[in-house]
């Protein structure tokens, strides 16, 4: 009996060993895993605080060419302030999305004006209406919904900045529909084709549908999606090639107020 036992505990005594070999690797697996996520996320924040810090810095160039320009004046002139806007705004484009990214970023959950958000972005794009002759249709919407300001209105801006991109003549049409409880900005544009409708919120596609004459960053409608996410807001799409698109913002019924 004697012997038995002690081949039972010995073998009691191999599985224990073999436990705690196995609990230990675990638990070292689990440590070297949290300090390797721990690097990550510290390097990843140092990188976005150093693309953050760029893309501030670059605006003071940006803004010292702006006050050269604005003493000059000629045709050749008018477009290097229309490029000159572009390349400041995708500045901007830039340093939302690396805010974006940041999801610690506090939101103001508020009631806002639309029209007082989409008239500060028309008179903000007021140099592109008047350079490229593109007539406006919008009356007020006296519609109150609630978001973050600063989030709709950097939506609603890559909308109409696409809208005004990719339309050379024509109009741009901003209307509510308080049925819907939808804000639509639709453009007489060149149109999107139908299979690039599924991608056009993928970060980085820029689609080709004729669109060889324009720079496109791949981030703007990107960043409406990614939005639309966070403000619990739906995006709807309709467009032909050749005759312009049409964006839909619709906000839930209780999100509004009439």
């Known amino acids: 009996m004697g012997f038995f036992s002690l081949i039972y505990l010995s073998i009691q005594y191999s599985k224990y060993k073999r436990e705690v070999s196995f609990k230990e690797k675990y638990e070292n697996l689990l440590d070297e895993n949290n300090k390797l996520r721990s690097t990550y996320i510290n390097e990843k924040k140092d990188l976005e605080e150093y693309f953050l810090l760029w893309t501030h810095q670059i605006k003071t160039p940006i803004t010292v060419a702006n006050l050269i320009l604005n003493k000059k004046s000629g045709p050749d002139v008018k477009k290097l302030k229309e490029e000159m806007f572009y390349i400041e705004e995708y500045t901007n484009m830039a340093i939302n999305y690396i805010k974006l990214t940041d999801r610690a970023t506090d939101m103001d ?3 806002v004006d639309l029209d007082k958000v989409i008239k500060t972005l028309l008179k903000k794009y007021s140099l592109i209406f008047i350079n490229k002759r593109i007539s ?13 300001s ?3 209105s950097i939506m609603i801006e890559q909308i109409l900045s696409n809208a005004l991109k990719y339309t050379d003549e024509g109009r741009i049409i901003i209307s509510f ?5 939808s804000l639509s900005i639709k453009d ?3 149109g999107i084709r139908d299979e690039d409708l599924v991608k056009i919120f993928d970060r980085g596609y820029s689609g080709f549908n004729g669109r060889v004459n324009h720079k496109s960053s791949g981030l703007g409608l990107f960043l409406v999606r990614e939005i639309s996410k966070i403000l619990k807001l739906r995006v709807e799409v309709k467009s032909k090639l050749g005759q312009g698109s049409e964006f839909f913002i619709i906000f839930p ?3 509004t107020k009439l």
């Open 177 to 181: 529909d308080k049925n819907r409880n």
């Open 253 to 255: 019924a209780n999100l």
């Open 109 to 111: 959950i508020e009631k």
């Open 188 to 190: 007489t544009g060149i």
């Open 136 to 148: 406006l249709d919008y009356e007020d919407t006296n519609v109150e919904v609630i978001a973050d």
């Open 150 to 152: 600063k989030l709709l």
